[in-house]
């Protein structure tokens, strides 16, 4: 039991808003000390596990890339891009992109975005871009939120997306468990069906949420424009 202090250590860094790597590793550290692992053993596991995890160091290739396409231009090709769509606001924009990475992750393409790759470079920039077509220049606040609606949907997308394909890690490692623990029978394919009308109702609920997002931005630069207008009739 003491071992699941490491949770708590996870909760009160996420809390107070520490820096994720190191209350992730801190949480580590305490959970295997816990456990009855010397502090050679604890360090041996991290060792190996990141070895065995090549996934970890991919943004050694992929940061270098992403920053010379930003650096050529990238974030402004995506903003002249979407300008060219008249009707496609914020909120829509980033309606079809959840989908779109909802239906790429549930056939098992889950690399295919993300917040680095993806949403940094090409999808905040051009929900930013459809909101500047209508609105003129943002505030800083307004473009801020933006960004954390993109990332938003890329991770529901996701989240919710990727249990649809059955041979997901998490997929097989529920039915490896359950079969192993309870001799039952269960197919992946049996899991992955279940998960569709959970990543239905979550493209609903969150789609919804985004094309709200249109309306909560007009009132909101409305209301820093009619602020905007009576300090300079102040002044």
Known sequence: MLALLGVLVVVLGFATKRNP???VGVAGVVTGLLGGLSPRAVLADFGTGF????SVSIFVITLPVIGLLERYGLREQARALIARFAALTTGRFLALYLILRQLTAAVGLTT???PAQTVRPMVAPMAEGAAERRYGTLP???RERIRSFATSADNVGLFFGEDCFLAVGSILLITGFVNTTYKTHLEP???ALWAIPTAACAFVIHGARLLRLDRCLERELAAAGAALTR?????
């Open 21 to 23: 790597l190191l209350v």
């Open 231 to 235: 300090e300079e009739a102040a002044a």
């Open 51 to 54: 070895a065995a995890s090549r």
């Open 140 to 142: 800083e606040r307004t």
């Open 112 to 114: 295919l975005g993300g």
């Open 189 to 191: 394919l049996d899991l």
